[in-house]
C-alpha cells in the first residue's frame, strides 16, 4: 500500500487548479476593462467585461478585487491568489475547506520530500486562507466551515513552521491565535475537531483557556457514544458510519497527543463497531450521511492503520479490514486522483 505515492499523485493532480496569477492591469475604455486571466482550466484568456459597480466580482469563475482604478487603467486583486478551483462548480468553495487541506496535504508531503516547490503551493494556500478567512470568503454561499479550516492550518503550521521566515511566522501565529470557531454547530464530529484544535493550539501556544475548552469537549464527545462502541454524530438522532469514521481518526489524533488510556479504549471500542460494517469486497459506507464519499474511506484507512499500532494484538485482523478497503478504494482511481463519491457515474452526476 504506496500511500505517499497516492498521495503525491492526488496532490500534483490537484496543483493544476490552484490559482496563480495574483495582480491584474486592466485597460480602461470608458466603463469597459480588458485584461488577461489566467485561468487553470481555459488558459489565458482575453477578457471583455463592463466595469463593476462595487470593488469585487467574478470573471470565469475566479474572484477579483479592484483595488484601483483612473481613466485608462484599473488594478485588479486576484482575489481568489492561492485558492484551488472547482472544475465542476467552476468556482473556488472558499468557504470550504478544499484549499486548507491542499495545504495540509502539501506539508505532509513536504516533510517526505523537501522540496522547496511543495512548501510554496503549502504557502499560497495559507495565504488564501489568511487573507478570505477575514470576511468569511466574499463569495461563499455557505456557512463558512471554520472548525475544518482551523484544523487543517494548525496541522500545516506544525508541519512547516521551521520552515517559514519570520514574518510568516508571525502572521500564520496571529491567524492561528484568533481564528474563529463554528461553536453553534453540536454534530459530534464537528466537536471531535474543536476538541483536538484547541488541545493542539494550547501544546503549540500555551493558551490556558484552549485546555479548558478541550476538556469541556472531549467530555460532550464521550457522552455521543453507544455501549456498541458507535458514536451518534447527532445525539440520539443519528448515526453515518461515514461520521463514526471520522470522530474514530479525530480521537486517535487526540490519542496521539494525549496519550489517554481513556481516549485509547473510546477508540479501540468505535473500531470494532465499525469493523462490523466492512463488507467482503471493501465496501463499508453505506448507510447514513455521506454514503460512499471518498472522505468516508480516507479516514477508514487511517483509522484502521493507527488501530494496527494501537492495540498489535489485533493488528492481522485490522490489516486484513484495511486490505479490503484499500482494495476496494481502488478499484476507483483514475488519472491519478478518487472521485468525489465512489460510483460509475460522470462527476457532474455523483
Known amino acids: ?141 455557505w456557512g463558512y466551515h471554520w472548525d475544518f479550516q482551523n484544523y487543517a492550518f494548525l496541522e500545516t503550521y506544525r508541519l512547516v513552521n521551521g520552515f517559514l521566515s519570520n514574518e510568516e511566522t508571525k502572521r500564520w501565529i496571529k491567524g492561528l491565535k484568533s481564528y474563529r470557531e463554528n461553536s453553534k454547530n453540536s454534530l459530534t464530529n464537528w466537536i471531535a475537531m474543536r476538541a483536538y484544535s484547541s488541545l493542539l493550539r494550547h501544546k503549540l501556544f500555551g493558551t490556558p483557556v484552549d485546555k479548558l475548552k478541550f476538556m469541556w469537549r472531549i467530555r460532550r464527545v464521550d457522552k455521543a457514544q453507544h455501549s456498541d462502541g458507535c458514536y451518534d454524530d447527532q445525539r440520539n438522532f443519528s448515526r453515518p458510519i461515514q461520521y463514526h469514521v471520522f470522530t474514530l481518526a479525530l480521537l486517535h489524533r487526540l490519542y496521539d497527543l494525549t496519550r489517554s488510556e481513556k481516549i485509547k479504549k473510546h477508540f479501540l471500542a468505535g473500531v470494532n463497531y465499525f469493523t462490523k460494517f466492512i463488507d467482503p469486497d ?27 499500532l494501537v492495540d498489535k494484538t489485533k493488528a492481522p485482523e485490522y490489516q486484513d479490514y484495511l486490505s479490503r478497503v484499500w482494495s476496494y478504494l481502488c478499484k476507483f482511481k483514475r488519472d491519478g486522483h478518487f472521485p468525489l463519491v465512489l460510483n460509475d457515474r460522470k462527476d457532474e452526476e455523483k
Open 1 to 141: 500500500m504506496d500511500y505517499l505515492t497516492t498521495a503525491e499523485s492526488i496532490f500534483y493532480w490537484l496543483t493544476q487548479y490552484q490559482i496563480s496569477q495574483r495582480q491584474i492591469v486592466a485597460r480602461r475604455e470608458k466603463e469597459e476593462i480588458n485584461f488577461t486571466l489566467e485561468h487553470p482550466i481555459e488558459g489565458n484568456i482575453e477578457v471583455k467585461e463592463p466595469l463593476p459597480e462595487g470593488k469585487n466580482f467574478r470573471s470565469h469563475g475566479v474572484g477579483l478585487r479592484i483595488i484601483q482604478k483612473d481613466k485608462q487603467k484599473v488594478v485588479l486583486e486576484v482575489y481568489d491568489h492561492g485558492g484551488i478551483f472547482d472544475p465542476i462548480d467552476y468556482s473556488i468553495p472558499g468557504d470550504h475547506y478544499a484549499t486548507t487541506h491542499f495545504a495540509l496535504l502539501g506539508a505532509i508531503l513536504f516533510r517526505e520530500r523537501q522540496q522547496e516547490d511543495l512548501l510554496e503551493r503549502v504557502r499560497k494556500a495559507i495565504d488564501f486562507h489568511l487573507r478570505t478567512s477575514k470576511d468569511e470568503y466574499y463569495f461563499g454561499t
Open 282 to 308: 471493501g465496501c463499508f459506507n453505506y448507510l447514513g450521511r455521506g454514503q460512499e464519499q471518498i472522505f468516508g474511506y480516507g479516514v477508514a484507512i487511517y483509522v484502521l492503520e493507527a488501530a494496527k
